[in-house]
């Protein structure tokens, strides 16, 4: 069967989308919209995608797919999904899934409803350390975890001019800001490793507010959060705290901490090194590293590289007939937009919520 593929999105579509399904031979390339049609013809031209479109409900209207994969501004999320699971297509959509529980709501009850693969663009779940730390704690290597630290310090938005005027990410109304981009990779790991949400506490901010386009040279102003922070008391019990800002001069990367009543389990992205320590002894590293990082055509980094097993698994799942056996749904997207949510409204009314 060759699995026939829509894109919408021209920009992480084309890092690590595109490069992952290239490598997948039963995979057509059919199609490919983006607002903007250079970009699209661009990535079109790199993948040799025989569709152009700056239009992508003209694009679903002239093609049947398979596989329709969403890498837009999350504003478009949901009417990209309804429309594309309408039309006969399994969907892989982009985090965050939705601008709210109620839109995630309704594209998970219509995937499940027309019996459609849903999946959301969590790759992390796919990268080989951080599947060990899942099966480490499942195993009770480092006994009942009592608590963990996830701690993302990024410098992309600290400079003033660092943005353009307009940019989505800096935008409310588009869905944009750190909880988004990087909260919801926190808040599904941490629901992967460590079951569902109980209770939650956060802060949303807008530190870098006031900001200013070089090349027009005119001041503008973000909405979206540049710094969150949350507590999660986990339905096991431990508790979570997970801090993120793009709002440094200088960026720390991502460093995660998780400490069980038997050992301690550390990982960072800047080294990839896996530390595992049972109590009484000294840390071991035991990392594991994706054989997808040595495929030709793939981008380095984690967020690339991870989407090479995601792809295979729901290629081979539609090919299969079958559901996914890794990976998070729809069903997991809900849940963290929930989780999302909650976090802005205990910011809002500066309490706990429970979930």
């Known amino acids: 069967m060759t699995i026939r593929v829509g894109t919408i999105g021209a920009s992480f579509a084309r890092q690590a989308y595109l490069p992952a399904l ?7 390339l059919v199609a490919i919209a983006s607002a903007r049609i250079e970009s699209a ?22 093609h049947q797919f398979d596989l329709v994969c969403i890498a837009t501004p999350t504003l478009y999320h949901a009417p990209m999904t309804l429309a594309a699971l309408r039309a006969g297509a399994h969907v892989l959509c982009e985090k965050p899934m939705a601008m709210n529980q109620d839109e995630s709501a309704n594209m998970l009850a219509t995937a499940e409803t027309l019996n459609k693969l849903h999946i959301i663009g969590h790759e992390l779940r796919f990268n080989p350390n951080r599947r060990k730390i899942k099966s480490l704690i499942e195993c ?27 940019d989505w990410w800096s935008r409310e109304d588009m869905g944009g800001g750190r909880l988004g981009a990087s909260g919801s990779h926190m808040i599904d790991l941490l629901r992967f490793w460590l079951g569902d949400i ?20 005119a001041g503008w102003r973000a909405t979206a959060d540049d710094q969150s922070s949350f507590l999660m008391e986990m339905e096991s019990g431990a508790l979570c705290s997970v801090f993120l800002s793009g709002a440094a001069r200088h960026g720390m990367g991502n460093q995660t901490q998780i400490f069980g009543a038997e050992g301690t389990i550390t990982l960072a992205d800047n080294d990839e090194r896996l530390l595992v320590a049972k109590a009484g002894e000294d840390f071991v590293d035991m990392s594991e590293r994706d054989p997808n990082a040595d495929l030709d055509g793939i981008g380095q980094g984690i967020w690339n590289v991870s989407f090479v097993a995601l792809m295979d698994e729901l290629t081979a799942a539609i090919r299969e007939k079958r559901s996914l056996g890794w990976g998070a749904t729809f069903a997991d997207g809900h849940q963290c937009q929930i989780a999302m949510d909650a976090v802005r409204q205990s910011s809002a009314e500066r309490r706990w919520l429970d979930l």
């Open 22 to 28: 290239s490598t997948i031979g039963d995979v057509e």
């Open 41 to 62: 013809q661009s990535a079109a031209d790199s993948f040799a995608i025989p569709h152009v479109y700056d239009d992508w409900q003209r694009m679903m209207g002239e």
């Open 140 to 166: 009770g290597f480092i006994g009942q975890v009592r608590h963990a630290n996830i701690v993302n310090i990024s410098g992309a938005w600290g400079d003033p001019a660092a943005r353009p005027a307009g």
């Open 198 to 217: 109980a209770a939650i506490s956060g802060q949303v901010s807008t530190i870098v507010g006031q900001r200013f386009d070089s090349e027009r040279g």
